[in-house]
């Protein structure tokens, strides 16, 4: 179930098709493809620390989420490669920041937003397939880089969870 960069971007461009002639189409058919893919194979692990009332542990200890993305992703009438990527950039941090981790039931987390910080740099690559893949990959990093450490309750523990890691 793990994410992979050049699974996600085969993803994308299988769902693209030729919506790349049409920035519009293009935009919408990545953002929504990226979701699916993120909400199909990212889950998020944490260590879940807590006592009940009686100072008693929590027997839970790992806990799995998955993220449910939201949001879209219009054009940016950007003329150049370098202010289309940063419009790019833009738009998918701000959509991203509407991200949830959803956790499991019995669960009440202080916060679930994901908020992810998601740099591009410029790709060499020449063709769609590894230009995509790298951009996923700094997707992916952003991510990973994102996670918070919530505090909160399950039934009557109240505790911390602790980002293990996101896959």
Known sequence: MAMNASDMANHIISAMGNSIDNPEDANSSFYSALCDYIEDKAEVIYLWTAVDPTGSPDPTQKVTCKIKTSGSLSPSGATDCGSA???????????????????????????????????????????????????????????????????????????????????
């Not at 990973?144 to 890691?165: D, E, Q, V, W």
Request: hydrophobic fraction near 45%; aromatic fraction near 8%.
């Open 85 to 167: 990527l940063a419009a790019f950039a833009g738009a998918l941090n701000s959509n991203a920041s509407t991200w949830v981790c959803e956790w499991p039931a019995g669960f009440t987390i202080s916060t679930t937003l994901i908020i992810p910080s998601i740099v591009f740099t410029a790709s060499n690559a020449n063709e769609r397939g590894p230009a995509i893949t790298h951009i996923c990959q700094e997707i992916i990093d952003g991510l990973i880089a994102a996670t918070l450490n919530p505090g909160g309750t399950h039934g009557s523990y109240t505790g911390t969870a602790t980002f293990i890691k996101i896959q």
